[in-house]
């Protein structure tokens, strides 16, 4: 096992500045008001850097900033833009160690995901919107002999993203790359939770891009983000959390008819049909491996598989494996490379998470593993750790229909192919799912059947560059990932002309 050094100690990856500010016009600045918030790490619950407190004013400075860049920055030809994004690539992926090790010690995750999974995949996003920008070309179709109608793909101008503290800069990148590489101009506001990794990262890349292209304004919702969302000045916001707030952000937008989208909340269900037991071979393992996936991010996901129906006839025995393969996941420091469950954002979302389990106990339902915090001791002792939990019960229970975003699953049993879309099409959100399944037309049917933007067949948690994310009914609306995305950073001009 490698023990990554924590920021600051000697042989740290990195090594965070004592406070960060605002970064507005390619510059750092002040906020107006002069104040700042501590920013903690939950690996130990200690304080480790300080962050500028947004406020309207740094917001409409920074769309200052942003309306000032954007057209110039408009005007720059594709292979401009996409020479730039592979130059932050390049950045991240030599400086990929101090990247993780930030993203870690803000959100508590643990190491490993950074490290093969969060930042190469977010520099894949800047590659793949590079490379997507340049195969566009305005398309010419002839209307008669003498007419001619010429489309553009214009940039909006200033556009507002603002992102959540689960996978800061992974989900960064979703947004930044189809902003930039189709020419607008950023507004961006980290979450209050975990802006300190996003601005190691802007350490290591911003001089790549022209003053006031991207903008970085820290805060807390209701101070920082409502200005900029609610902002006549911007042309579209783009808005990863829950689903309350994102209900606020459509009210703001749609007063000003302004373009959304919407990345929100899961419940999503993980199906297993019986044939995934008909041997005890590599696909049997491969299937328990995707049933602990809930412990991602420490379950602190939209898309975790967080409610796990199992066919009746193999109930038992599956759960008991499953049950086996969720205690024996590593819940740890942190930054040692072999943990798989690391700490929960903040002591709020940990108390949070507490509360439901106990709520979950309330309504009755069994606890099969887990089931309370974990006190790691040593320097971990003031972080915010809970076991793995796996419960079971039924849907009657609020814990199967509310989003619980902490390392908890919820498992009952199905009958047959029906019940299981049904049980599966039970909540309000309709994000994510997981099938497993050895038979392609089960496999098939439940695809198409399941109310989801993502169905994920014989694996889960793929999040490449090119396969589009998004949700139905209260997950939200629109499509993130995918060069479909580029098109909710544009306008489409035709310039109709007769000669
Ligand atoms: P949240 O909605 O409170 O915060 C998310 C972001 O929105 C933060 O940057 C926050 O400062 C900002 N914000 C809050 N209120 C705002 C307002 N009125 N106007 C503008 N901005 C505002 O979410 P949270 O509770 O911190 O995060 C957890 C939730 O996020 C979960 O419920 C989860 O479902 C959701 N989430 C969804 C996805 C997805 O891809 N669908 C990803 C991560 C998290």
Redesign the pocket.
Known sequence: MTRYASPGQPGSAVSFAQRYDHFIGGEYVKPVKGEYFDNITPVTGERFTEIARGTHEDVERALDAAEAAAPAWGRTSPAERAAILNGIADRMEAELTRLAVAETWDNGKPIREPVIADIPLAIDQFRYFAAAIRTQEGTISQLDDNTAAYHFNEPLGVVAQ??????PLF?TSWKLAPALAAGNAVVL?????TPASIHVWLDLVADLLPPGVLNVVNG???E???P??SSKRIRKVS????????R??LSYTSANIVPTTL????KNPNIFFADVAAEKDAFYDKALEGFTMFTLVEGE???CPSRALIQSSIYDQFLGDAKQRTESVKLGHPLDDETMVGALVSEEQYRKVLSYIEQGKKEGAKTLAGGGAADLGGELSGGFYVTPTLFEGDHSMSIFQQ?L?GPIVCATSFSDFDDAIRLANSTEYA?GAGVWTRDAGTAYRAGRAIQAGTVFTNCYHQYTAHSA?G?YGQ??MGRENHKMALNDYQQTKNLLVSY
């Open positions: 603002i992102v959540p503290w689960n996978v989900l506001k980290p979450a209050e939770q807390f919702g209701p920082a983000g409502k900029l969302a808005f990863t959390g829950g689903t309350e707030t994102g606020d952000i990345e929100l909340g899961g996901a939209c898309q989003e975003f994000l994310i949700g997950s939200g």
